[in-house]
């Protein structure tokens, strides 16, 4: 308490000095990537500060599970930074709504980004967007190259190869399959049904058919990715009923596994551990030949609170948020959290580059269930981790699980009544 | 005549504790209560009397998880009653036989764990019964009972049923800890009359004792009645907010912080919330009614 009244002095005789000169602005950003410190304090801050003498940054990030609490007390109370990093959807637009966030259409520099990027921090008409999108996550395989080498295994383009392979490292018995658990629920959804769904539901097409109201998830594109997920359970390791997320980090990591599907964000992680090889492959196709497409889901981005003292000086910062030079730091220093600006990156990181590559091949998409279908209750976002598990599981089957799931939507949402 | 005094240092005397406990327990409660009349609407809120618990209770899709939650809170407490409690007496009893060694070093050792926190236990066992690292299947193994392993927190018909008794190894210290010190308070001639009479060993526990420590025995259940109603932290520690797998471990506790403060993309609803922190007041309200009125006003008592 003394510490932070003492730091609010300390802000106070800023201000006074900040009026006085009326040349140093201090733009304050709040942000929940407190893992993120020191890039922003020795990378990012130091080259926006070179370019534009006269606008100081400082970035004060708070813990994540505490943030959504912390930002709405403090834009409540008046007291929240100028700058405020955005949750995709609603807990962004939910600030939207309420007046905290500020209309950013006119910056110029959103022009930048393609729609899908946008679409996380816009209404739901797309007439107004409210954040700049600063990064994405995109799903698909890490694979362990050594083991695929040691066992002869192609990396596998279609389902059926991809099967064929996780077959053959059964069969060897050296390694787990692949490397997933059900304890914790939400990776059977990520990174088991929003990871290989696209390739079904054909990506944005599919995605908006639903939220139309033009597709149901009882519709074979729908139902089908949890028939693929059924057979995933003869593949995870022993008592994978009861295996982590950080239980599969470490199976993987240590070299007992050999595929571990996975979000992007996992590679500086996994960099740091390993000691063979990895590379990765996109989710498998049912053809070969077929349009891949893969889930490059808009995760972080930027807005302005809309009480903010220097509004210019914001808005200076967020379009250089939105320019390549940002991107190709914050790309770079944060491997597998990439960049959502048009420009092309040149990423250094191997699986990085590997991986954003595939933005060049695939359709890009999103996560089906994020925007405006998770606003109810039930809460198609966690029944999805629900329903991704009992297919694994085999506890239910793929009808069933579409059919609940539709149930669920329809109670709430009107265009799939 | 002299008038009465007012005596003031009652007042003086009680207030510091009134005060805090009506700041930190008696308002929040009260306030709750009056929040879960409330919705918001439109970043409004709006008073809407008892229509958070008509959708409680009255819509399929709140009304089935609350059931749900209310059963596995029944069975939590049901193996806590069933395990927890005569594992303490039966506990207490051979610690306050006057021949046992080590005594004092077995209290401790079995009362240890109630201080550790939830998180600790959750995560401790979590490790004990992991598949891929835990000593478990090992210990199983060297034993030659491999066989009878189980994921058993991944699997729906155990899961519960597991946790619950990781919380009565947690707790199993407090029944023992107060069946012992009634045990204790047993006078030595009230057993050596017995003695007298033909009544040692065994029948001196069930006809001597057990009757004069019922009295604690009730404390307990009520104890156990209320705490298993509130619990949460073990659920969440070891399961998380979702209560997997499938909803199977899901209690009111875990069922009411969901509704409350939201998950991944579920919008906290401080109303629904309330009302479900609402009705578990009022389950263990009627729990605590049913036991003072209906058991412990005919409690024999005895004097000693």
Same mark, same amino acid.
């Given at each position: 308490m003394k510490r932070s009244l003492f730091?609010?002095?300390?802000?106070?005789?800023?201000?006074?000095?900040?009026?006085?000169?009326?040349?140093?602005?201090?733009?304050?950003?709040?942000?929940?990537?407190?893992?993120?410190?020191?890039?922003?304090?020795?990378?990012?801050?130091?080259?926006?500060?070179?370019?534009?003498?006269?606008?100081?940054?400082?970035?004060?990030?708070?813990?994540?599970?505490?943030?959504?609490?912390?930002?709405?007390?403090?834009?409540?109370?008046?007291?929240?930074?100028?700058?405020?990093?955005?949750?995709?959807?609603?807990?962004?637009?939910?600030?939207?709504?309420?007046?905290?966030?500020?209309?950013?259409?006119?910056?110029?520099?959103?022009?930048?980004?393609?729609?899908?990027?946008?679409?996380?921090?816009?209404?739901?008409?797309?007439?107004?967007?409210?954040?700049?999108?600063?990064?994405?996550?995109?799903?698909?395989?890490?694979?362990?190259?050594?083991?695929?080498?040691?066992?002869?295994?192609?990396?596998?383009?279609?389902?059926?190869?991809?099967?064929?392979?996780?077959?053959?490292?059964?069969?060897d018995g050296s390694?787990?399959?692949?490397?997933?658990?059900?304890?914790?629920?939400?990776?059977?959804?990520?990174?088991?049904?929003?990871?290989?769904?696209?390739?079904?539901?054909?990506?944005?097409?599919?995605?908006?058919?639903l939220i139309k109201g033009e597709q149901k998830l009882t519709d074979p594109q729908w139902v089908a990715p949890y028939a693929t997920l059924a057979k995933w359970g003869g593949y995870l390791g022993d008592g994978y009923e009861a295996q982590t997320y950080p239980d599969s980090q470490n199976l993987f990591t240590l070299g007992r596994a050999a595929v571990y599907p996975a979000g992007s964000w996992e590679i500086s992680g996994f960099n740091a551990l390993v000691d063979f090889e990895m590379g990765a492959f996109k989710p498998p196709v049912q053809n070969a030949g077929d349009t891949c497409y893969i889930s490059d889901h808009t995760d972080i981005g930027i807005g302005m609170n809309a009480k903010t003292a220097n509004p210019d000086a914001a808005k200076t910062f967020l379009s250089w948020v939105a320019s390549p030079e940002f991107a190709s730091i914050f790309g770079n220093a944060l491997p597998g959290f990439f960049p959502l600006s048009s420009t092309p990156v040149e990423l250094e990181d191997p699986l990085a580059k590997e991986i954003v590559g595939w933005r060049g091949e695939c359709e890009s998409t999103i996560r089906s269930t994020y925007q405006i279908l998770s606003r109810g209750t039930p809460n198609l976002e966690n029944d999805t981790w629900g329903a991704s598990v009992a297919a694994i599981k085999g506890t239910s089957s793929p009808e069933e699980l579409g059919q609940k799931l539709q149930d669920g939507l329809a109670s709430w949402y009107a265009p799939q009544q | 005549m002299q008038k009465p005094r007012i005596r003031w240092h009652i007042a003086v005397f009680l207030a510091p504790a009134v005060l805090v406990y009506t700041a930190v327990m008696i308002f929040p409660l009260f306030n709750t209560l009056r929040l879960s009349l409330f919705s918001k609407i439109d970043q409004e809120r709006v008073y809407v009397g008892l229509q958070n618990f008509q959708t409680l209770f009255g819509d399929p899709i709140w009304s089935e998880q609350f059931w749900n939650a209310l059963g596995n809170n029944f069975w939590f407490f049901l193996i806590?009653?069933?395990?927890?409690?005569?594992?303490?007496?039966?506990?207490?009893?051979?610690?306050?036989? /006057?021949?046992?060694?080590?005594?004092?070093?077995?209290?401790?050792?079995?009362?240890? /764990?109630?201080?550790?926190?939830?998180?600790?236990?959750?995560?401790?066992?979590k490790l004990i019964l992991s598949p891929i690292w835990g000593i478990a299947p090992s210990m199983l193994d060297a034993v030659g009972l491999k066989s009878l392993f189980a994921p058993w927190l991944g699997k729906e018909e155990y899961a519960l049923t597991t946790l619950a008794l990781i919380?009565?190894?947690?707790?199993?210290?407090?029944?023992?800890?107060?069946?012992?010190?009634?045990?204790?308070?047993?006078?030595?001639?009230?057993?050596?009359?017995?003695?007298?009479?033909?009544?040692?060993?065994?029948?001196?526990?069930?006809?001597?004792?057990? /009757?004069?420590?019922?009295?604690?025995?009730?404390?307990?259940?009520?104890?156990t009645f209320v705490g298993n109603f509130n619990a949460f932290d073990l659920i969440y520690a070891a399961q998380g907010a979702l209560a997997g797998p499938a909803f199977s471990t899901d209690i009111l506790g875990t069922f009411m912080y969901r509704t409350f403060f939201g998950f991944q993309l579920q919008l906290g609803d401080p109303h629904m919330g309330s009302a479900i922190a609402g009705a578990m007041f009022a389950i263990i309200l009627v729990g605590v009614c049913i036991y003072l009125f209906g058991i412990q006003t005919r409690m024999r008592r005895y004097q000693l």
């Open positions: 730091s609010l002095a300390l802000a106070g005789t800023a201000l006074v000095a900040t009026s006085a000169y009326a040349e140093d602005v201090t733009l304050t950003i709040e942000s929940w990537r407190n893992d993120d410190l020191t890039l922003w304090q020795d990378k990012i801050i130091p080259a926006f500060e070179a370019e534009h003498p006269g606008i100081k940054v400082k970035f004060s990030p708070s813990a994540p599970a505490e943030y959504n609490a912390v930002l709405n007390s403090k834009l409540d109370a008046g007291s929240a930074g100028d700058l405020i990093t955005c949750r995709p959807f609603d807990a962004s637009l939910a600030l939207f709504e309420a007046g905290h966030l500020a209309d950013l259409d006119d910056m110029e520099a959103m022009g930048n980004f393609s729609d899908v990027a946008k679409s996380a921090w816009q209404t739901d008409d797309g007439s107004a967007s409210f954040c700049v999108p600063m990064a994405s996550v995109i799903h698909g395989f890490i694979y362990n190259k050594d083991a695929f080498a040691e066992l002869g295994i192609e990396v596998p383009t279609t389902e059926a190869e991809f099967f064929a392979a996780l077959d053959t490292i059964k069969e390694y787990i399959p692949m490397a997933m658990g059900t304890n914790d629920q939400w990776e059977a959804a990520t990174m088991g049904y929003n990871n290989i769904g696209p390739n079904y539901w054909k990506g944005e097409e599919g995605r908006l058919a | 806590h009653m069933l395990v927890q409690n005569p594992i303490g007496i039966a506990l207490a009893a051979i610690l306050s036989h /006057p021949r046992l060694r080590f005594a004092a070093l077995y209290r401790s050792a079995i009362f240890i /764990p109630t201080i550790l926190s939830f998180v600790i236990v959750g995560f401790a066992w919380s009565v190894w947690q707790f199993v210290g407090i029944p023992m800890m107060l069946i012992y010190a009634a045990l204790l308070s047993i006078p030595e001639e009230v057993l050596e009359a017995g003695e007298i009479d033909g009544i040692t060993g065994m029948s001196a526990f069930w006809k001597i004792k057990l /009757p004069l420590i019922l009295p604690s025995i009730g404390i307990i259940s009520i104890l």
